[in-house]
């Protein structure tokens, strides 16, 4: 079988009984980091010996599916293991699970913690509805492109960004979808510095200038509401 098996995005008391026991199953762990990796047996009391823990990131992703795949095939026990959080999600391993599939191997999901909907779920904003876009893309054309996409969206939108870049994306949110719309942005989740900033985005694009940032970072902004949107349409409408 393949395990896709979610692990902790900073606090180790998020991992599942059932991540453990499959971590300690697995005869083969394909992580971003096998030192990483290593650490997180260490920390799990999971001894490595008799395992193998190899490197699956987007380096190597290609080259290693269809290897991984061929030993799934002869009946090895694999577990993928992302850097923190599901894997697959803004992360490697969806040609490792199309191959799986191809061979007809078993593909079972171990869920378990998730940036994604740890910052929706503590964001204030409207949860009925959510569009996840990973990270933005690095081009500014191209980031434009997809941000004047989702202008009109009324769910929420979220977006992976990195301390380093979240003062540069903020200004460019606020020129899309205006200083007046709700956001959060949410940082170093189950931290012990977790934090979430709510506020409109220009007030936001403000804070985040004056005050540089660390840790990883989850943006999220409000979808233009319903009521706005038809005013609008109306507006559109008489104008022709």
């Known amino acids: 079988m393949l395990y896709l098996v979610a692990t902790p995005i900073g606090n180790l008391g998020d991992i599942s009984q059932r991540a453990v026991e499959t971590l300690r199953k697995a005869t ?9 990796a290593r650490r997180l047996l260490a920390a799990l009391n999971i001894p490595a010996e008799g395992k193998q823990v190899v490197a699956y990131g987007d380096h190597n992703e290609a080259a290693m599916a ?4 061929e030993r799934l095939h002869q009946g090895a026990e694999i577990a993928l293991i ?8 803004s992360d490697p391993g969806y040609r490792l699970v199309q191959a799986a599939i191809g061979c007809g191997v078993q593909v079972v999901p171990i869920p378990g913690p998730s940036a994604v909907l740890a910052a929706l779920a503590g964001s204030g904003l409207p949860v009925h509805g959510f ?4 990270f933005l893309p690095k081009k500014p054309g191209a980031r434009r492109r997809m941000l004047e996409s989702l202008q009109e969206r009324e769910e929420t939108l979220i977006f992976y960004e990195s301390p380093q870049r979240v003062a540069k994306v903020l200004p ?10 709700q956001a959060c942005l949410a940082r170093e989740l189950t931290k012990l510095h977790e934090t979430f900033v709510r506020a409109p985005l220009g007030e936001l694009a403000r804070r985040v200038a004056a005050e540089p940032l660390k840790g990883e970072c989850t943006l999220l902004v409000a979808g233009v509401s319903r009521e706005r949107k038809e005013s609008g349409e109306a507006e559109t409408e008489e104008g022709s």
């Open 28 to 36: 083969v762990i394909a992580a971003e980091d096998t030192r990483s």
């Open 131 to 134: 569009i996840f876009r990973g």
């Open 82 to 89: 992302s850097e923190g959080g599901t894997p697959l999600v």
């Open 172 to 181: 460019e949110l606020v020129a899309v979808f205006g200083a007046e719309r």
């Open 66 to 69: 269809p290897r991984l795949a």
